[in-house]
């Protein structure tokens, strides 16, 4: 059987050019998949690539997904009880929620509802790799503003290129993926000036200590946040996301909205996690106690330079040593999986997602031994 994103052919039927032309994006892998590739038990797997939630899910969300006794029927569209739910969670009127299987279908959606064939949107990498995957299947072309050496915000470029290629979207990530930095709420008001929708995207918010944008976005006809329950909640592998949209804007997105994207065992999972909040933030301050573990001792092996980060991982520049090898030797040699960037400008730079206490541990004395070697 051909792996996904391997091209066969398959004539005489003919596929859009623009999508045979495309290269895939390479998501991360299953932690079977890993283990089979390193030869590895999968218990002794240490997954920092994704960051992902290492204590998983809620007690009262696998109980949910135990007790499930609906599955035989389609979900409710539109996720009533839910929304009401994320309604008192964020302090938005529930008319203002749609969720979606990801935050990643939101992505899409928001594209499609604004994109003309040409039209252009404003992309800031280094970031979250979707909004620049996702534009040009829906023709949209794609602008890029890149952030500054401390992967801050061009302000000035990203009006200059408003101004000379009036595209409908940015899409902004904060705290932003792959460094951690958070957008100043300042910086905020003068994109929100400008005419266009500005698409902030809050994955990592519940880590960050600061508070969410979402409140805003009544009083704002320009402002979308996007919110998962896929990283705080430990839900990534159930698929539920979700958006805070201007009212002007919900109308058209239930239109084009797949019905039953949102799986009934996901919605049951994402209600039962919610009725679950003192657990789940325990475990955000846990993690973000081991990102500031992880920041300070990575900091003291000299091939490594963290930035800082108000996220659940720590993005470190490698020095005197390759970067793919580093993670290639710790897969190998621990079964420890990293985030490496193939990419312009991030070629020398790992992520390292916060793990559990002994996942960090196992991290750190591996890297010690790569340092003596
Ligand atoms: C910035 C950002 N947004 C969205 C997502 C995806 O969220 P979801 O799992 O809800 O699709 C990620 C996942 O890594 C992310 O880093």
């Known amino acids: ?88 969670y964020v302090g938005v009127g529930a008319e203002h929620i749609i969720a979606g299987a990801g935050s990643d279908e939101l992505i899409d959606l928001l594209l499609r509802v604004f994109i003309e064939p040409g039209d252009a949107i404003l992309n800031c990498p280094p970031t979250f ?20 050496a401390d992967f801050s ?5 990203i009006e200059r290129a408003a101004a000379e290629h009036r595209p409908k979207l940015v899409f902004l990530c904060s705290p932003n993926n792959p460094d951690g930095s958070l957008i100043p709420p300042e910086m905020l008001d003068r994109l929100l000036a400008l005419p266009l929708v500005v698409v902030l995207d809050e994955a990592y918010n519940e880590f960050s200590g600061v508070d969410s944008m979402a409140p805003r976005v009544p009083d704002t006809p320009n402002l979308v946040v996007l ?3 896929s990283k705080w909640a430990g839900l990534a592998g159930l698929r539920v996301g979700y958006g805070i949209f201007p009212l002007a804007l919900t109308p058209h997105l239930w239109k084009i909205k797949q019905p039953y994207y949102l799986s009934a ?12 909040l003192p657990f789940l933030q325990a ?44 993670r290639d030797t710790l897969a190998k040699e621990a079964g420890i999986l990293i985030r490496y960037y193939n990419k312009p400008g991030l070629s020398d730079h790992v992520r390292f997602s916060a793990g559990t206490p002994d996942q960090n541990d196992a991290l750190l004395a591996t890297l010690r031994r790569i340092g003596e070697s």
């Open 265 to 276: 065992a996901a919605d049951a999972a994402a209600r039962a996690s919610l009725d679950d």
């Open 129 to 148: 790799g979707m909004y620049s995957f996702d534009a040009p299947q829906s023709h949209a072309r794609v602008v890029n503003v890149p952030r500054r």
């Open 227 to 229: 919110r998962t329950f």
């Open 283 to 326: 475990n955000v301050q846990h993690i973000v106690h081991e990102r500031e573990r992880l920041e300070r001792e990575l900091a003291v092996f000299p091939f490594l330079t963290p930035y800082p980060s108000r996220s659940n991982f720590v993005l470190c520049r490698v020095t005197g040593m390759d970067a793919a090898e580093l």
């Open 1 to 88: 059987m051909s792996q996904p994103g391997t091209a066969t052919t398959l004539s005489p039927v003919r596929i859009r050019a623009d999508i045979a032309a495309m290269e895939a994006y390479t998501p991360t892998a299953s932690l079977e998949v890993f283990a089979e590739q390193l030869g590895r038990p999968v218990e002794t797997i240490i997954k920092l690539d994704a960051n992902e939630n290492p204590y998983g899910p809620s007690p009262k969300a696998r109980q949910a997904l135990a007790d499930l006794d609906v599955a035989h029927i389609y979900p409710d569209p539109a996720a009533r009880k839910l929304c009401a739910m994320l309604s008192n």
């Open 153 to 157: 915000l061009d302000v000035d470029g």
